[in-house]
Protein backbone atom coordinates (compact mmCIF):
# COMPACT_ATOMS: atom_id res chain seq x y z
CA UNK A 1 0.00 0.00 0.00
CA UNK A 2 2.70 2.37 0.84
CA UNK A 3 4.51 1.47 -2.72
CA UNK A 4 1.28 2.17 -4.36
CA UNK A 5 0.92 5.99 -2.41
CA UNK A 6 5.01 6.59 -3.56
CA UNK A 7 4.00 5.51 -7.48
CA UNK A 8 0.71 6.97 -7.40
CA UNK A 9 1.79 9.53 -10.55
CA UNK A 10 3.60 7.51 -11.97
CA UNK A 11 0.56 4.90 -12.12
CA UNK A 12 -1.94 8.06 -13.13
CA UNK A 13 0.81 8.96 -16.30
CA UNK A 14 0.85 4.94 -17.39
CA UNK A 15 -3.34 4.61 -16.95
CA UNK A 16 -3.39 7.98 -19.24
CA UNK A 17 -1.81 6.60 -21.85
CA UNK A 18 -3.47 3.60 -21.53
CA UNK A 19 -6.73 5.64 -22.34
CA UNK A 20 -5.33 8.11 -24.73
CA UNK A 21 -4.42 5.22 -26.88
CA UNK A 22 -8.27 4.39 -26.87
CA UNK A 23 -8.89 7.56 -27.98
CA UNK A 24 -6.99 7.85 -30.43
CA UNK A 25 -7.54 4.54 -32.08
CA UNK A 26 -11.55 5.45 -31.30
CA UNK A 27 -11.61 8.20 -34.87
CA UNK A 28 -15.50 8.23 -34.68
CA UNK A 29 -15.09 9.83 -30.93
CA UNK A 30 -12.74 12.48 -32.16
CA UNK A 31 -14.77 13.28 -34.82
CA UNK A 32 -18.05 13.84 -32.95
CA UNK A 33 -16.87 15.92 -30.13
CA UNK A 34 -14.65 18.13 -32.31
CA UNK A 35 -17.45 18.73 -35.51
CA UNK A 36 -20.51 18.75 -33.72
CA UNK A 37 -19.85 21.91 -31.85
CA UNK A 38 -18.44 23.38 -34.87
CA UNK A 39 -21.04 22.59 -37.21
CA UNK A 40 -23.46 24.15 -34.32
CA UNK A 41 -21.31 26.91 -34.98
CA UNK A 42 -21.26 27.56 -38.82
CA UNK A 43 -24.95 26.72 -38.18
CA UNK A 44 -25.67 30.28 -35.75
CA UNK A 45 -22.98 32.11 -37.65
CA UNK A 46 -23.97 31.34 -41.08
CA UNK A 47 -27.75 30.67 -41.08
CA UNK A 48 -29.41 32.18 -37.56
CA UNK A 49 -26.76 34.50 -36.88
CA UNK A 50 -27.92 37.42 -39.12
CA UNK A 51 -31.43 37.35 -37.26
CA UNK A 52 -29.98 37.24 -33.64
CA UNK A 53 -29.74 40.80 -32.44
CA UNK A 54 -26.57 40.01 -29.70
CA UNK A 55 -25.22 43.57 -29.70
CA UNK A 56 -22.30 43.04 -32.03
CA UNK A 57 -21.51 42.90 -35.69
CA UNK A 58 -19.58 39.61 -35.35
CA UNK A 59 -21.70 37.34 -33.87
CA UNK A 60 -18.94 34.32 -34.13
CA UNK A 61 -17.38 36.30 -30.83
CA UNK A 62 -20.50 36.85 -29.02
CA UNK A 63 -21.08 32.74 -29.52
CA UNK A 64 -17.66 31.45 -29.14
CA UNK A 65 -18.02 30.72 -25.16
CA UNK A 66 -21.20 28.74 -25.30
CA UNK A 67 -20.02 26.36 -28.19
CA UNK A 68 -17.05 25.55 -25.87
CA UNK A 69 -19.22 25.09 -22.86
CA UNK A 70 -21.17 22.44 -25.81
CA UNK A 71 -17.75 20.65 -26.72
CA UNK A 72 -16.65 20.22 -23.35
CA UNK A 73 -20.52 18.98 -22.14
CA UNK A 74 -20.92 16.94 -25.23
CA UNK A 75 -16.47 15.38 -25.01
CA UNK A 76 -17.12 14.29 -21.30
CA UNK A 77 -20.01 11.84 -21.62
CA UNK A 78 -17.23 10.03 -23.36
CA UNK A 79 -15.84 9.40 -20.47
CA UNK A 80 -18.71 8.11 -18.76
CA UNK A 81 -18.78 5.45 -21.61
CA UNK A 82 -15.33 4.50 -20.94
CA UNK A 83 -15.55 4.44 -17.84
CA UNK A 84 -18.40 2.46 -18.42
CA UNK A 85 -16.83 -0.29 -20.21
CA UNK A 86 -13.88 -0.72 -18.03
CA UNK A 87 -16.49 -1.58 -15.11
CA UNK A 88 -18.33 -4.14 -17.45
CA UNK A 89 -14.87 -5.64 -18.82
CA UNK A 90 -13.57 -6.23 -14.81
CA UNK A 91 -10.25 -4.65 -15.81
CA UNK A 92 -10.75 -2.39 -12.75
CA UNK A 93 -10.61 -5.73 -10.88
CA UNK A 94 -7.27 -6.52 -12.45
CA UNK A 95 -5.81 -3.27 -11.77
CA UNK A 96 -6.73 -3.65 -7.94
CA UNK A 97 -5.22 -6.61 -7.63
CA UNK A 98 -1.77 -5.02 -9.10
CA UNK A 99 0.22 -2.89 -7.03
CA UNK A 100 -0.88 0.42 -8.30
CA UNK A 101 -2.61 3.16 -6.28
CA UNK A 102 -6.31 2.31 -6.28
CA UNK A 103 -7.19 5.76 -7.70
CA UNK A 104 -4.95 5.75 -10.36
CA UNK A 105 -6.95 3.68 -12.69
CA UNK A 106 -9.94 6.49 -12.28
CA UNK A 107 -7.21 9.68 -12.80
CA UNK A 108 -6.45 7.84 -15.48
CA UNK A 109 -9.94 8.64 -16.90
CA UNK A 110 -10.45 12.15 -15.39
CA UNK A 111 -6.42 13.42 -16.69
CA UNK A 112 -7.66 11.73 -20.38
CA UNK A 113 -10.77 13.72 -20.47
CA UNK A 114 -9.13 17.08 -19.39
CA UNK A 115 -6.31 16.49 -22.22
CA UNK A 116 -9.13 15.54 -25.08
CA UNK A 117 -11.09 18.88 -24.13
CA UNK A 118 -8.39 20.53 -24.32
CA UNK A 119 -7.36 19.71 -27.63
CA UNK A 120 -11.43 19.72 -28.82
CA UNK A 121 -11.30 23.61 -27.26
CA UNK A 122 -7.95 24.65 -29.05
CA UNK A 123 -9.48 22.85 -32.61
CA UNK A 124 -12.68 24.90 -31.99
CA UNK A 125 -10.60 28.42 -31.88
CA UNK A 126 -8.60 27.92 -34.75
CA UNK A 127 -11.91 27.50 -36.70
CA UNK A 128 -13.76 30.38 -34.93
CA UNK A 129 -10.30 32.85 -36.18
CA UNK A 130 -10.85 31.12 -39.72
CA UNK A 131 -14.35 32.21 -39.06
CA UNK A 132 -13.65 35.68 -38.00
CA UNK A 133 -13.12 35.28 -34.38
CA UNK A 134 -11.00 38.22 -33.01
CA UNK A 135 -10.00 38.94 -29.40
CA UNK A 136 -8.25 41.85 -27.63
CA UNK A 137 -7.39 39.91 -24.34
CA UNK A 138 -3.88 39.92 -23.28
CA UNK A 139 -2.26 36.94 -21.99
CA UNK A 140 -3.39 37.32 -18.30
CA UNK A 141 -6.85 37.55 -19.60
CA UNK A 142 -6.27 34.24 -22.02
CA UNK A 143 -4.46 32.22 -19.00
CA UNK A 144 -7.90 33.17 -17.07
CA UNK A 145 -10.42 31.67 -19.60
CA UNK A 146 -7.82 29.08 -19.56
CA UNK A 147 -8.22 28.89 -16.00
CA UNK A 148 -11.86 28.68 -16.16
CA UNK A 149 -12.37 26.26 -18.63
CA UNK A 150 -10.49 23.92 -16.90
CA UNK A 151 -12.54 23.94 -13.84
CA UNK A 152 -15.26 23.36 -16.03
CA UNK A 153 -13.62 20.42 -17.66
CA UNK A 154 -12.78 19.12 -14.31
CA UNK A 155 -16.32 19.69 -12.88
CA UNK A 156 -17.89 18.56 -15.48
CA UNK A 157 -15.75 15.09 -15.51
CA UNK A 158 -16.42 14.07 -11.86
CA UNK A 159 -20.25 14.40 -12.77
CA UNK A 160 -19.30 12.12 -15.40
CA UNK A 161 -17.57 9.61 -13.66
CA UNK A 162 -20.76 9.04 -11.80
CA UNK A 163 -22.86 7.89 -14.46
CA UNK A 164 -20.23 5.74 -15.40
CA UNK A 165 -19.44 3.39 -12.23
CA UNK A 166 -23.16 3.46 -11.54
CA UNK A 167 -24.94 2.92 -14.84
CA UNK A 168 -26.46 -0.33 -15.89
CA UNK A 169 -25.92 0.02 -19.56
CA UNK A 170 -24.29 2.22 -22.06
CA UNK A 171 -27.64 4.50 -22.76
CA UNK A 172 -27.52 4.95 -19.21
CA UNK A 173 -23.91 6.22 -18.74
CA UNK A 174 -23.91 8.74 -21.18
CA UNK A 175 -27.47 10.19 -21.27
CA UNK A 176 -26.88 12.47 -17.84
CA UNK A 177 -24.62 14.82 -20.61
CA UNK A 178 -27.88 15.64 -23.02
CA UNK A 179 -29.23 18.43 -20.21
CA UNK A 180 -25.77 19.99 -19.79
CA UNK A 181 -25.68 20.32 -22.97
CA UNK A 182 -29.03 21.85 -23.58
CA UNK A 183 -28.27 24.11 -20.45
CA UNK A 184 -26.52 26.67 -23.07
CA UNK A 185 -29.86 27.13 -24.83
CA UNK A 186 -31.56 28.57 -21.85
CA UNK A 187 -28.61 31.23 -20.69
CA UNK A 188 -26.57 34.36 -22.49
CA UNK A 189 -24.64 31.75 -24.76
CA UNK A 190 -26.53 32.22 -27.95
CA UNK A 191 -28.86 35.42 -27.40
CA UNK A 192 -28.74 38.66 -24.55
CA UNK A 193 -31.20 37.58 -21.82
CA UNK A 194 -33.00 40.78 -21.77
CA UNK A 195 -34.32 39.10 -25.01
CA UNK A 196 -36.56 36.35 -22.90
CA UNK A 197 -39.35 35.85 -21.00
CA UNK A 198 -39.63 36.42 -17.63
CA UNK A 199 -39.70 33.05 -15.72
CA UNK A 200 -36.80 31.87 -18.68
CA UNK A 201 -34.55 34.64 -18.05
CA UNK A 202 -34.81 34.54 -14.68
CA UNK A 203 -33.45 30.59 -14.57
CA UNK A 204 -31.32 31.73 -17.42
CA UNK A 205 -29.69 34.65 -15.32
CA UNK A 206 -29.38 32.63 -12.05
CA UNK A 207 -28.03 29.08 -13.85
CA UNK A 208 -23.87 28.94 -13.88
CA UNK A 209 -23.45 28.39 -17.90
CA UNK A 210 -24.79 32.21 -18.56
CA UNK A 211 -22.16 33.77 -15.30
CA UNK A 212 -19.39 31.35 -17.19
CA UNK A 213 -20.33 32.49 -20.45
CA UNK A 214 -20.28 36.45 -19.69
CA UNK A 215 -17.11 35.77 -17.68
CA UNK A 216 -15.20 34.13 -20.56
CA UNK A 217 -16.53 36.79 -23.02
CA UNK A 218 -15.64 39.69 -20.81
CA UNK A 219 -11.72 38.47 -20.30
CA UNK A 220 -11.89 37.99 -24.19
CA UNK A 221 -13.17 41.20 -24.77
CA UNK A 222 -11.09 43.45 -22.24
CA UNK A 223 -14.80 44.62 -20.91
CA UNK A 224 -15.61 44.98 -17.23
CA UNK A 225 -15.94 41.45 -15.66
CA UNK A 226 -17.78 42.42 -12.09
CA UNK A 227 -19.04 39.71 -10.20
CA UNK A 228 -19.13 37.31 -13.35
CA UNK A 229 -15.77 35.83 -12.73
CA UNK A 230 -16.73 35.22 -8.98
CA UNK A 231 -19.83 33.57 -9.63
CA UNK A 232 -18.58 31.50 -12.47
CA UNK A 233 -15.64 30.31 -9.84
CA UNK A 234 -18.10 29.60 -7.31
CA UNK A 235 -20.53 27.23 -9.27
CA UNK A 236 -17.72 25.49 -10.50
CA UNK A 237 -15.89 24.83 -7.88
CA UNK A 238 -18.87 24.12 -6.02
CA UNK A 239 -19.82 21.43 -8.46
CA UNK A 240 -16.08 20.23 -8.72
CA UNK A 241 -16.08 19.56 -4.80
CA UNK A 242 -19.73 17.88 -4.81
CA UNK A 243 -19.25 15.80 -7.45
CA UNK A 244 -15.63 14.37 -6.23
CA UNK A 245 -16.89 13.59 -3.19
CA UNK A 246 -19.77 11.82 -4.43
CA UNK A 247 -17.68 9.77 -7.18
CA UNK A 248 -15.20 9.09 -5.37
CA UNK A 249 -17.50 7.22 -2.10
CA UNK A 250 -18.89 5.80 -5.05
CA UNK A 251 -15.53 4.50 -6.35
CA UNK A 252 -14.99 3.25 -3.07
CA UNK A 253 -17.62 1.32 -2.75
CA UNK A 254 -17.31 -0.34 -6.32
CA UNK A 255 -13.46 -1.22 -5.07
CA UNK A 256 -14.45 -2.67 -1.88
Known amino acids: MEAAKNYLFSDMSVMLGRSMRHISRSMDTIITVCLTPIAMMLLFVYVLGGAIQAGTDNYVNYLLPGILLMAIASGISYTAFRLFTDMQSGIFERFHSMPIARSAALWGHV ?143 KAA
Open 111 to 253: LTSLVSNVISVVVIILVALIMGFRSSAGVLSWLAVAGILALVILALTWIAVIPGLTAKSVDGASAFSYPLIFLPFISSAFVPTESMPGPVRAFAENQPVTSIVDAIRALLFNQPVGNDIWVALAWCVGILIVAYLFAMRVYKQ
